[in-house]
């Protein structure tokens, strides 16, 4: 706005604009120089001023179980001109979004001027909990010699162990003393995430005997006989017969009561007595 002086005033901008007044340039110091009609002269400065660039950081809460959606981005804004909209590329409007699953978001931030800054984040999860048991199997039928060692990946460390129906261990990812049956493990790591696992441990089928027998053929001899029949166990059988014998099926007895002991390739036992019988000696009377 020019007065004074000899009207009509020239303008010469130092940007080499000739004209009264400026617009469509960047921030900077302008100066006018004005020269009115008798070539008096003028000068006159100005500041043109912008606002500060909109800068957007971002904190990435990340999903705390594989497949969860409690992850969430929180945004802070500074710069431009407040006040500020926000448009996730999920559709939120908010300036801090929650509830998300793992993936990549996007954010355009606009400030009353319409000025934008776009920035994005990516929301992670952790890898699923792995568990693997490697069994020992029970040695005997009946026994009480199994094991489960228990081998953990994934999720996020600091794992704990819960066995359904085991008492508690002092080291629970390695748990001995149990008999056949199957055996549930529920593994929690450090975030809440858990993980279920089921094992069976398994027992060999029981050592069973059957015998016949062929008793003596006289009263005092010794052709009698026992014929064994074992199964179940683990096969590769040892006898152990009372009289000493180790033959599976002894023969050349006498009447009397022996005791196997079948041993299979586990060191299983089992004993059974069979009765030899003999027929009753012969008598006769003699009358002179």
Known sequence: TISGGSPAYTVLWSNGVNAEDLDGVPAGVYTATITDADNCTATVEATVIEPPVITVTVTPVHVSCPGGSNGAINLNVNGGTPPYTFLWTNGATTEDVSGLPAGAYDVVVTDAHDCIATIGAVINEPPPISVTAVVTDVSCNGGTNGAISLTTSGGTPGYTYDWAHIPGSNNPQHVTGLGAGTYTV???????????????VNEASALVLNTSTVNVSCFGGADGSIELIVSGGTPGYTFLWSNGYTDENPSGLTAGNYTVTVTDFAGCTKSKTVAVGQPTAITATTQV
């Open 186 to 200: 529920t593994v929690t790591d450090s975030k809440g995430c858990t993980e279920v696992l089921e094992s069976a």
